[in-house]
């Protein structure tokens, strides 16, 4: 009886090992039907506009797959894509719903002044549990804004990863689409150059893999552009806005050849009709570029113009806060001379002609006696006490009456 139980159960337990392999493999393959499931729950959310329920079901279907085959595994492809491409659209969302929200607020300067300044009084502002409790909301908001983004940005690489990996045109083709949307991510949080590096990646896997007639090549573009713009690169943005504007022209043209020779489907008529609406926004777009970099341009030359501006003598002093060389020589050619009556005269100071004694002609000289010289000698020598301005003058007189004089004894 023993060997008949013994035997009985160990034929038991060989029948339940292949029982629990397929009902293992039957879990597996709900997880997957179910992963489906609810990625396809989620695209309707998104086509409706309830971003929020998108990414909750996004993330259900996220860790429903990375418990089961891996983070990174091919399965989880796109649910991460997805749910980080929702995650953007909500911090996108919820941005815009902070801006619209603080327009009309006051100033926290004005609510502080009407506040009273009495430390006795009790307020929020002295009660150390509330202000703790506010920091930690603040916190926790910030944390939230900036963890959407965060997120979003973690789970687009992952997706990128699981994508670039694989060799066929669809999961290229994707692989292009995470680049584009993490592009977005940096492009919302104001880092620009990584914004434009991963939208420039995105290109050329376009460019390769896609007709020149593609929407996504265009949009593309678009994005190119916008960056360039905020980065004061106008000249090859508006380059992207005119690729953008040819890719979409020749969708058009395409577009009307279909719709006639078929008698012009719905689908064909919507796009041509939506397309039709957003070339008259890419012009703009250009000729903003444009304006913006002409003002560019002629601040820049303004500052050039402003520094680089020639010194002249008349404009600019010299070294030492004097006058130029040439205004030195100009004045000093005019320095007044003292003559020796007591005018004065303007002539040059190298002009010493009226400094040399000229001889006078023997015609010309005054009929002065030995005696009226010998005269003038006594009498200057009999009154030398006298003032000053008299002697003077009789110095004056007497060097010209010794002149005539000895011009006589000669």
Known sequence: MLEEASTASGSGSAEEKPCSSTAAAETSGDIMEEAKKLIGTGKRHLVMGDVASAVNVFQEACSMLAAKYGDTADECGEAFFLCGKSLLELARMENGVLGNALEGVPEESEEEEEEP???????PKN???DD?????NNAQDDEEDVGNLQLAWEMLEVAKVIYKRKESKDDQLMAAQAYLKLGEVSAETGNYPQ????FQECLTMQLKLLPPHSRLLAETHYHVA????SMEQYSQAVQH???SIKVIETRLAMLQEAIDAAGGAAEEKSELDELKQLLPEIREKVEDAKESQRTASAASQAILQTLGAPSTSSTFPCENGGP?????LASTSQIPVKTSDGAS???AVSDISHLVRKKRKPEEESPVKDTDAKQLKQEATVNGSGDSSASNGNETQEGKSQEPASHSAS
């Open 195 to 198: 914004a434009l590096e991963d």
């Open 226 to 229: 916008t960056t360039l713009c």
């Open 127 to 129: 009660l150390d549990d």
């Open 132 to 136: 703790d409790d506010d920091e930690e």
């Open 345 to 347: 005269s303007s002539r």
């Open 241 to 243: 806005y005119n690729s």
């Open 324 to 328: 130029s060389s040439s205004a030195a």
């Open 117 to 123: 300044s009495n430390s006795n009084i009790e307020s």
